[in-house]
């Protein structure tokens, strides 16, 4: 069946830095824009990136900008998420979402904590 | 931006009852291509989202008909004809075009 799945989560000092992956399958892959997702601590959600179907467009949220970087894979159905200087306020479930948000992943946790 | 706006934020509902959340947009969401991209998720507790509703009205698959969308341009509707114990969660309505939005979230709580 169609699925997704998050891994790369942690726990990370501020500043640093993280790479989250998804790994997709039971679908085309390629032929899907993806999102990543975030939801902080008892809040709602946040759209954070969109990668188009062929890689070759990105856009991010204004928030983290210069700090993302979105790409995927195409040949292993995987999905990838680079962020940053990571800060406090980054601490959230971060979510892979096909590009019509029919299909969530379960997320992957990351806290920035000293 | 698109802000999305939910009214109520919280919703008490007694078991066989109708709900109903609202969701208005700054900006109409109708897209050149002629659709209105406008969907609900709906968050069980210590669930991932799951889309329930896409284009205002079309329903997902395995989806209860008890849930229906329905607006136009900057104003939509969730309707949850009779609701049932395992319909708690937290309902988000969100633009589904660049640039993507979500909506606060309403959570609804058997009363």
């Known amino acids: 069946q169609m699925q997704l799945v998050e891994s790369g989560g942690g726990v990370v000092q501020p500043g640093k830095s993280l790479r989250l992956s998804c790994a997709a399958s039971g679908f085309t892959f390629k032929t899907y824009p993806m999102h990543w997702v975030r939801q902080r601590p008892g809040k709602g959600l946040d759209w954070v990136s969109v990668i188009s179907d062929d890689g070759g467009g990105q856009f991010y949220t204004d928030s983290m900008k210069g700090r993302l970087t979105i790409s995927r894979d195409n040949s292993k159905n995987a999905l990838y998420l680079q962020m940053n200087s990571l800060g406090l306020e980054d601490t959230a479930m971060y979510y892979c979402v096909t590009g019509d948000f029919r299909l969530w992943g379960q997320g992957t946790q990351v806290t920035v904590s000293s | 931006d698109v802000v999305m706006t939910q009214s109520p934020l919280s919703l008490p509902v007694t078991l066989g009852q109708p709900a109903s959340i609202s969701c208005r947009s700054s900006q109409s969401l109708v897209h050149s291509d002629g659709n209105t991209y406008l969907n609900w998720l709906q968050q069980r507790p210590g669930q991932s989202p799951r889309r329930l509703i896409y284009?205002?009205?079309k329903r997902d698959s395995g989806v209860p008909d008890r849930f229906s969308g329905s607006g136009s341009g900057t104003v939509f509707t969730l309707n949850i004809s009779r609701v049932e114990a395992e319909d708690v969660g937290v309902y988000y309505c969100m633009r589904g075009t660049h640039w993507y939005t979500f909506g606060q979230g309403t959570k609804l709580e058997i009363k």
């Open positions: 284009k205002v009205s």
